[in-house]
């Protein structure tokens, strides 16, 4: 079955960086699209960044770009998202997620889902 692990997270000081990763196994990698959310106490949770499954294009949000890249790589099915520059407001609980039922990664439903890493950035 489809499975994700995230690993990666932790505290960082403004400024720093963090590389997260998510490990998926139990499906057909070029199929998938697989995002990166996260969710803040009280705020609702975001898509962050998606690499697209078919054709690898990338998506991110406004307020990670030029800031975070992701990547994929095909020999360890995993999905990395490097987060430079962190700021306070980048402290969230990070999830990875994956689905195969849309070409866009805006359009995606994303019925799989890690357990999540938690990122904390503060001084």
């Known amino acids: 079955q489809v499975q994700l692990v995230e690993s990666g997270g932790g505290l960082v000081q403004p400024g720093g960086s963090l590389r997260l990763s998510c490990a998926a196994s139990g499906f057909t990698w070029d199929r998938y699209n697989i995002g990166w959310f996260r969710q803040a106490p009280g705020k609702e949770r975001e898509m962050v960044s998606c690499?697209?499954?078919?054709?690898?294009?990338?998506y991110y949000a406004d307020s990670v770009k030029g800031r975070f890249t992701i990547s994929r790589d095909n020999a360890k099915n995993t999905v990395d998202l490097l987060m430079n520059s962190l700021q306070p407001e980048d402290t969230a609980a990070y999830f990875c997620?994956?689905?195969?039922?849309?070409?866009?990664?805006?359009?995606?439903?994303?019925?799989?889902w890690g357990q999540g890493t938690q990122v904390t950035v503060s001084s």
């Open positions: 997620a994956t689905d195969d039922r849309s070409w866009y990664c805006n359009f995606t439903p994303f019925y799989y």
């Open positions: 690499i697209n499954g078919h054709d690898g294009s990338t």
